[in-house]
């Protein structure tokens, strides 16, 4: 099983180490050129318990 980049992030010890782990998991590969989407997914709610309804929200 592969960890993800959190699992690496969370344990750099220092700026240089982290700096190299968002390299290999965001550039390398031309990855740097991978499409993402800009707008969030409809009806995400990051923090269920402390937003509104889904029913409240206008989409």
Do not use: W
Not at 29 to 58: K, M
Request: aromatic fraction near 8%; hydrophobic fraction near 40%.
């Amino acid at each position: 099983m592969q960890k993800g980049i959190l699992h690496h992030m969370r344990r750099s010890k220092d700026a240089h180490e982290l700096f190299m782990i968002c390299d290999r998991y965001l550039i390398e590969g031309d990855r740097q050129y991978q499409l993402f989407a800009t707008e969030p997914f409809a009806h995400l709610v990051a923090r269920p318990n402390r937003e509104c309804a889904l029913s409240d929200v206008s989409v």
